[in-house]
């Protein structure tokens, strides 16, 4: 939450808060209507600052990219060829891990082979 939305809630939370045993102290109130208000009050201001005091969400996992013990994977006349995760340009979230990913081949030109992980 962005500083300021965070004040504007402060703010009308503890108007609220006071607002509401206020009403109850008009027109000449006795000692249990005092005590009721100051409690409700008391109650209202302390749940604000407990609701606070929260630390916000933890975030969700990232999701992992993982290829194991992939097979062969062969590239011709310009084509690509990954045994293991491909990541174009860094694209993607999260963890990325490759174990036994066996033989990439690339054969003509502008193909390209990668066994593991490929960012290219």
Known sequence: MS????IAVVVVAGVLAISTPFFWLLDSPGTGQLVGASVQGATGIAAL?????????????????????????????????????????GAGRGSASAERTGDATADGGGSSAASGIDYS
Request: no cysteine.
């Open 49 to 89: 600052v407990w609701a606070l005091l929260q630390s916000p969400a933890a975030p969700a996992p990232k999701p992992a990219d993982t290829a194991v013990s992939t097979g062969r994977a062969r590239a011709t006349a310009g084509g690509t060829a990954v045994t293991g995760v491909r990541r174009p340009r």
């Open 3 to 6: 500083p300021g939305r965070k």
